[in-house]
């Protein structure tokens, strides 16, 4: 696993063509949709803790269901 830091994202930037950097924001655009959607509609997200490398589910009131 490896974390990209914004140096990262600056030179894979200059490699895609426009087309892809438009094609990436639609879907970062309708990712942060879904999940908006999801907290209207009081529904667990999914998500993931760096610090302790394990998924959980983020409920609405703030609990936390961490996957085995």
Excluded at 53 to 58: K, P, S, T, V
Aim: proline content about 1%.
């Amino acid at each position: 696993r490896r974390v990209l830091f914004r140096s990262d994202i600056a030179s894979i930037r200059r490699e895609i063509s426009s087309r892809d950097m438009e094609m990436d924001k639609r879907a970062v655009a309708a990712v942060n949709s879904a999940i908006n959607r999801a907290q209207v509609c009081n529904k667990p997200i999914a998500k993931y803790d760096l610090a302790s490398g394990r998924a959980y589910l983020e409920y609405a009131d703030g609990s936390r269901d961490y996957v085995n």
